[in-house]
């Protein structure tokens, strides 16, 4: 149980922190063998451009983990937490609905890659590994998301506390600007 509880924290951090040591080491040896030795490696670009692929798709789930994606708060802003809270049910339905598009859209595209056997020129990887980051990606973000409806739905019957946060929290909690008493926000310099 507590394995999983670990996966459940940290399975996206890990992947990510793998990726891009990956692509670090792999950039940083490309340059150490063209510009101290003079010869270039034929398959280094190629695996730090597919470890960015699959970067890009597990950051997506990673930032719905941490409720960072992409949003626009005007109206949580505008709303009580009860609001903010049906708002955010409402959008995390919407982009799960999304997120079953790609992962059942980008199957298929793996399906048919596995299906022709095509692999990548340098590493000679099977490209359907490759494309496989957006169905698992999204797959990833899919789960993500219902975890974060099933908060929010027992936040809104009272069993959990569960809190939306805007841009401006983030602001706030910076130390940049400081709330007054008014609700008017202050600039403090740091």
């Known amino acids: 149980m507590r394995a999983l509880k670990f996966l459940d924290d940290h399975f ?3 992947l990510l922190v793998v990726f891009t040591f990956i692509m670090v080491v792999v950039i ?3 340059v150490f063998m063209r510009y101290v030795l003079g010869n270039s490696l034929s398959w280094s670009e190629e695996l730090a451009r597919y470890c960015f692929i ?12 941490k409720q960072r994606h992409i949003k626009v708060d005007v109206l949580l ?14 959008a995390n339905l919407f982009f799960l609905a999304f997120a079953g598009f790609v ?9 048919q890659l596995a299906g022709f056997g095509q692999t990548s020129p340098s590493l000679k990887i099977p490209m359907a590994l490759v494309y496989a980051a957006t169905p698992v990606g999204m797959g990833l973000t899919a789960i ?16 959990e506390d569960f809190y939306i946060k ?16 008014d609700s008017e926000p202050k600039t403090t310099t740091r």
Not at 56 to 64: N, P, Q
Not at 103 to 111: H, P, Q, R, S, T
């Open 12 to 14: 996206e951090e890990i």
């Open 77 to 90: 802003v505008l709303l009580k937490e009860k609001g903010k809270l049906v708002l955010g049910i409402v």
């Open 144 to 159: 993500r998301i219902i975890q974060q409806i099933i908060k929010q739905v027992r936040a809104l019957m009272g069993k």
């Open 28 to 30: 940083t040896l490309q």
């Open 103 to 111: 992962i059942i859209f980008g199957y298929g595209v793996v399906e």
């Open 54 to 65: 699959w970067l890009v798709y597990i950051g997506i789930s990673y930032g719905v983990k």
């Open 166 to 181: 805007t841009e401006k929290d983030d602001v706030l909690e910076s130390g940049i600007i400081e709330e007054n008493v």
